[in-house]
């Protein structure tokens, strides 16, 4: 158990919908990541938080945005899903960053 | 544009022999270098953090070395079990406060 948990486990949903995932990084973490990994794809960085700033930017698309809250959760809002948007996705959380991340078990979202 | 390139990308190896694999970076302005393990249907586990030309670490029979000057770290395991059967990820840090750069990984298969 890394101490980093992610809300839901799983989640199905329609093209057009909108879904919220939720993270809560490890006691003491400042950092948050959120990653994609498609079917057969590595780890796709999407964003990073710092003690709740955007800190890097990565593969993220317009429709997706994220926040870190003052108690340092954080969450990933997609909208307007496409199928294609169907994917496993982890938050990892790190001490500030550049240190090894410690990664949730993954929501797992499945566009219908 | 950095860019973290792991070989090979995919890797079958008969239970009981030993393996290595390689992670490739650039060596200028280098800040740390991570080893992770990723499990089908688990996320991804840290298993070293490298920081020092010459650095070699070593958890059970998996160890690695680390060449900064050259830009690139070995993973070698020995006397490969059916359990190591994952995929090994490389990430790069260059700068304490900066986001993990993520190799695509080699993908390890063990033939029983």
């Given at each position: 158990d890394s101490g980093v948990t992610q809300t839901p486990k799983h989640l199905i949903t329609a093209t057009g919908q909108r879904v919220t995932l939720r993270c809560s990084p490890r006691s003491g973490d400042l950092s948050v990541y959120?990653?994609?990994?498609?079917?057969?794809?590595g780890l796709?960085?999407?964003?990073?938080?710092?003690?709740?700033?955007?800190?890097?930017?990565?593969?993220?698309?317009?429709?997706?945005?994220?926040?870190?809250?003052?108690?340092?959760?954080?969450?990933?809002?997609?909208?307007?899903?496409?199928?294609?948007?169907?994917?496993?996705y982890f938050c990892a959380s790190s001490p500030t960053g550049g240190e090894t991340q410690y990664f949730g078990p993954g929501t797992r979202l499945l566009v219908l | 544009?950095?860019?973290?390139?792991?070989?090979?990308?995919?890797?079958?190896?008969?239970e009981g022999d030993?393996?290595?694999?390689?992670?490739?970076?650039?060596?200028?302005?280098?800040?740390?270098?991570?080893?992770y393990r990723w499990e089908t249907a688990k996320s991804p586990e840290a298993l070293f953090v490298m920081t020092l030309n010459?650095?070699?670490?070593?958890?059970?029979?998996?160890?690695?070395?680390?060449?900064?000057?050259?830009?690139?770290?070995?993973?070698?395991?020995?006397?490969?079990?059916?359990?190591?059967?994952?995929?090994?990820?490389?990430a790069l840090t260059m700068d304490s406060n900066y986001q993990l750069i993520w190799g695509a990984g080699t993908k390890l298969i063990i033939k029983p």
């Open positions: 959120w990653y994609q990994q498609s079917l057969d794809q796709q960085f999407l964003i990073q938080y710092y003690n709740g700033e955007e800190r890097a930017k990565g593969n993220i698309l317009e429709r997706f945005s994220a926040q870190q809250f003052p108690d340092l959760h954080s969450e990933l809002n997609l909208s307007s899903l496409e199928l294609g948007d169907s994917a496993l | 544009i950095l860019n973290v390139e792991q070989s090979p990308q995919s890797l079958h190896v008969q030993s393996t290595n694999f390689t992670c490739s970076f650039p060596s200028s302005n280098f800040y740390a270098l991570h080893w010459g650095d070699e670490k070593k958890k059970g029979r998996i160890s690695a070395t680390l060449n900064t000057k050259e830009g690139y770290s070995y993973l070698y395991i020995k006397g490969s079990q059916p359990e190591d059967s994952a995929t090994y990820l490389c």
